[in-house]
């Protein structure tokens, strides 16, 4: 392999593995690979450009990521027509995946392109199109999985990066309503749950959803991807939009018959809560332990998607005014850290 045979901007032994690996796949006639933006996970991706076409070429540490689930869940999802990525070739002993090429703009981009409302309704239409996928082979979403993910917040945005703790009474207050919120959560019909389905994670090509970073599905509350969807971390939709989204999911969706608005608006609201809060303290968990500054920005404008999730639900007085208090604090943390980060 040398520099005829590939171009690319990124370094390390892995990367000249893949790289190879790659230009076996086409043939070893001349590629481009080019690195792609890296999101949360361990994981990278490069996209690889021949003659014969383009491919996304994924390097997935297996001893950090689970690659055996994305290999299975993904031929599953692919021959229940789900919009996911085709996979071409793996090699599990590396990590190494070369998958279809969904092409370019995420559907935040198509958000931002004046296309919102049909790449909102087509990822509504994927979505219940995904929750008609039957299988015992997804393990389920557990209550207490759900309670370890709600506690992020404290053990990584308060106790991590804002080098705080609760008292033992405000921990208590906090954690009854916590569990108020699961109760809301847990009592949704169940049904297959990608768990990370937002903007950032579905592509747009030629008004047509795909689907990404679904290896982690678990079966579970039915609103959960619909509440990722319509209170997503990256993306603020005004309530008219997120009210029209709810409707047109619930609409003879046999999951609720006889489920009317507002309850399933309030499940949905409960359900946005509980990974909101997850989702911070993942963010601060990606700097404090493995030295990504690339999600800080997302935590303030997250903080204050919960705290008007959560002022209009009156039996989480001490969840709200934590995140109040909390505001200032962690805008005043968040401009020290980024400050000390390299332009």
């Known amino acids: 392999m040398n520099d005829s045979t590939a171009q690319h901007a990124a370094t390390g032994d892995d990367f000249y593995s893949l790289a190879g690996w790659v230009c076996q796949y086409y043939g ?44 299975r869940l993904g031929r599953f999802f692919h021959s229940q027509n789900i919009p996911v990525p085709i996979i071409h070739a793996e090699d599990l002993e590396r990590g190494f995946f070369l998958l279809e090429d969904f092409g370019t703009v995420h559907v935040a981009e198509a958000y931002e392109s004046g296309a919102q409302e049909p790449a909102l309704r087509c990822a509504i239409n994927v979505l219940r199109r995904l929750q008609t996928v039957a299988t015992k082979d997804i393990p389920p979403y557990s209550r207490q999985r759900f309670t370890d993910e709600f506690d992020l917040f404290h053990t990584w945005l308060v106790a991590g990066l804002l080098q705080q703790a609760w008292t033992p009474a ?66 603020v939709h005004d309530t008219s939009t997120v009210d029209a989204g709810l409707k047109a999911f619930l609409h003879q969706h046999p999951l609720f018959s006889g489920i009317d608005f507002n309850q399933a608006k309030r499940w949905l609201e409960a359900t946005a809560i509980q990974r909101q809060v997850k989702a911070v303290g993942i963010f601060a968990r990606l700097y404090l332990r493995d030295g990504k500054a690339t999600h800080l920005r997302h935590i303030s404008p997250v903080l204050k998607q919960i705290q008007r999730l959560v002022a209009g639900r009156a039996e989480l007085p001490a969840l709200s005014a934590t995140l109040h208090q909390l505001q200032h604090r962690v805008a005043a943390r968040l401009e020290q850290l980024t400050s000390d980060l390299p332009a």
């Open 28 to 71: 070893r006639e001349p590629i481009q690979i080019d690195p792609l933006p890296q999101e949360a996970s361990h994981r990278r991706f490069f996209r690889a450009v021949g003659s014969t076409g383009t491919y996304i070429a994924m390097l997935s540490p297996p001893h950090l990521e689970n690659n055996e689930d994305f290999l």
């Open 170 to 235: 405000l921990l208590e207050r906090i954690n009854r309503e916590r569990d108020q919120l699961l109760s809301d959560i847990v009592r949704q019909p169940q049904t297959v749950v990608h768990r990370d389905y937002h903007c950032r994670n579905l592509l747009w090509r030629d008004a047509q959803i795909g689907v990404i970073d679904f290896q982690d599905a678990l079966t579970g509350p039915a609103l959960y991807d619909l509440a990722s969807l319509l209170h997503d971390c990256y993306w």
